[in-house]
């Protein structure tokens, strides 16, 4: 069994609507991913994402929002570990950017 953080990302590409061809590359990449992830894997995140969805206003939110509950270990994450992933996820993201 492994665990996965689930970043911010996560929730609202998998619930993008932009008809943009990134952003549905964006869109489907993460659904591959999450009907991937293995039944018995345990899928984490912290309270900061659900702070960071909550702001601003964008289509499929109440969807992104819902997902975060559900989540086992949903207050277990440390906070270290979501500014770790969050900057791993902005360098990564950086650099995708470049190839585009």
Not at 50 to 71: I, N, S, T, W
Request: proline letters at 9%.
């Amino acid at each position: 069994m492994a665990t996965h953080y689930v970043e911010t990302s996560i929730p609202s590409f998998y619930f993008e609507v932009r008809p943009e061809p990134a952003m549905v590359a964006r869109r489907d990449w993460t659904r591959q991913w999450w009907a991937s992830v293995p039944a018995d894997d345990e899928l984490v995140t912290s309270p900061a994402v659900v702070d960071e969805q909550a702001c601003g206003d964008f289509p499929g939110k109440r969807d992104a929002l819902a997902l975060g509950p559900k989540f086992p270990a949903w207050d277990r994450v440390s906070p270290k570990l979501c500014i770790a992933a969050c900057q791993i996820a902005a360098s990564v993201g950086r650099k995708s950017n470049v190839v585009e």
